[in-house]
C-alpha cells in the first residue's frame, strides 16, 4: 500500500524527475489511484461555502482523467460544525485511507481538519480561512506569539486580515463618515481573530483614525442583536463591519430596520452572500448610518 508518509517523501522528488527527464511517472501514477479527502461545511448555517463544491470537484475530476492521471476524492461534510468536522477528518484518515486531505472554507472546519492531519501525521492543505485565525487559533496559547509553533503536515493558502482591512478601509474612504465603525464580531475562530487587539481590525483602525465601537461576543445563530444595535447608535456609528454567518446578518439587519435609519454610510463583513432571497445578505459596500429616526434605506452598488 502507498501510505501518506510514503507520499510525502515521493512526490515532490517525482515532480522533478517527471518535468526533467524523459522518465515515465513512478507506479502511484500508473496503476493505483491518488485518494484524496475533502472537507467543506455543505450543510449548516455555513453551507453557501459549500455551493460549488460539486462542479469544482467534478471538473477536476474530469481534467485530471482526460490527462491519463488516477485521482479518486472522498468528499466529507462538516455541517458546519468544528466537532463534525474533526470526526470526518479522522474517518477519512483511518477509514477511507486518503493519502492527502484538502479543506476549506471558515476556520470552524478547517482548523478541527488541519489539528487532526497535524497529530495524525498527514498531510494537510488548507484554504478559505485568512491565516491569522488559521494559524493563531491553532496554537496552545494564541495570546503568546513568543510559544507559536510551525506545523509539520498542514499547509495552508489565503489572503490574511490585513487584506481585509486594506479593502474595507479602502471602501469607507470613497464616502464622507464620522469615521465610527461598529464591530459585529461572533465568539469562534473569525470573530476572535478579527476584534483581536493585536492582530485583528482595532489596532489598524485607531492608526487609520477610525474610532471602533466593540460591543463584544455573540454566539453564532443569536436571535436578538439588540444590544450590539443600542451600542452603535450610542456610538453614533456611521459604519458596521464585522464578520457574520449568513442567518446572523439577516437577524441583525432586520432588527436594525426596526429600530434605526439607514442612509449613506457603509456596511462591510464577510461570510454573507446573496445570490438567494434567503441570503439577501451580502454587505460589501452597502450603506447604512444609525440614527433613530425614519427608516428609508439607501443602499450602494457592490464593488
Not at 508518509?5 to 522518465?23: E, H, I, M, Q, Y
Not at 485511507?97 to 501525521?121: G, H, K
Not at 456611521?238 to 457574520?244: D, H, L, N
Request: with cysteine; net charge positive; charged share 20%.
Amino acid at each position: 500500500m502507498f501510505t501518506r508518509r510514503d507520499f510525502l517523501k515521493t512526490t515532490a522528488a517525482t515532480g522533478a524527475l517527471v518535468a526533467t527527464s524523459g522518465l515515465a511517472a513512478p507506479a502511484i501514477a500508473q496503476n493505483a489511484a491518488i485518494k484524496l479527502g475533502y472537507v467543506s461545511p455543505q450543510t449548516g448555517p455555513l453551507a453557501a461555502f459549500g455551493e460549488a463544491d460539486k462542479f469544482i470537484i467534478d471538473s477536476f475530476l474530469a481534467v485530471t482523467k482526460s490527462k491519463g492521471l488516477n485521482y479518486e476524492v472522498v468528499v466529507k461534510d462538516s455541517q458546519s460544525n468544528p466537532n463534525r468536522a474533526a470526526e470526518v477528518a479522522k474517518e477519512l484518515i483511518v477509514t477511507d485511507e486518503v493519502d492527502l486531505i484538502l479543506v476549506a472554507s471558515t476556520p470552524e472546519t478547517t482548523n478541527p481538519v488541519a489539528t487532526t492531519c497535524e497529530a495524525e501525521e498527514m498531510p494537510c492543505i488548507s484554504t478559505v480561512a485568512p491565516w491569522q485565525p488559521w494559524f493563531i487559533g491553532q496554537q496552545g496559547n494564541p495570546g503568546d506569539p513568543t510559544s507559536w509553533k510551525p506545523f509539520n503536515y498542514a499547509y495552508h493558502f489565503f489572503w490574511g486580515l490585513e487584506d481585509v482591512i486594506s479593502v474595507f478601509t479602502n471602501m469607507w474612504a470613497q464616502i464622507e463618515t464620522n469615521k465610527k465603525v461598529g464591530g459585529l464580531f461572533p465568539n469562534d475562530g473569525d470573530g476572535n481573530a478579527w476584534g483581536d487587539k493585536v492582530v485583528g481590525f482595532p489596532p489598524v483602525l485607531e492608526k487609520m483614525g477610525y474610532g471602533l465601537i466593540d460591543p463584544g461576543r455573540y454566539q453564532n445563530m443569536t436571535d436578538d442583536f439588540s444590544a450590539q444595535i443600542n451600542a452603535f447608535k450610542s456610538g453614533q456609528c456611521e459604519i458596521i463591519t464585522g464578520v457574520v454567518i449568513p442567518p446572523d446578518f439577516t437577524t441583525f439587519w432586520n432588527q436594525a430596520k426596526q429600530q434605526v435609519s439607514h442612509r449613506r454610510s457603509p456596511r462591510s463583513a464577510r461570510r454573507c452572500f446573496s445570490r438567494r432571497p434567503s441570503r439577501r445578505s451580502a454587505v460589501q459596500g452597502i450603506i447604512c448610518r444609525l440614527k433613530s429616526g425614519g427608516r428609508r434605506a439607501i443602499r450602494s452598488s457592490r464593488p
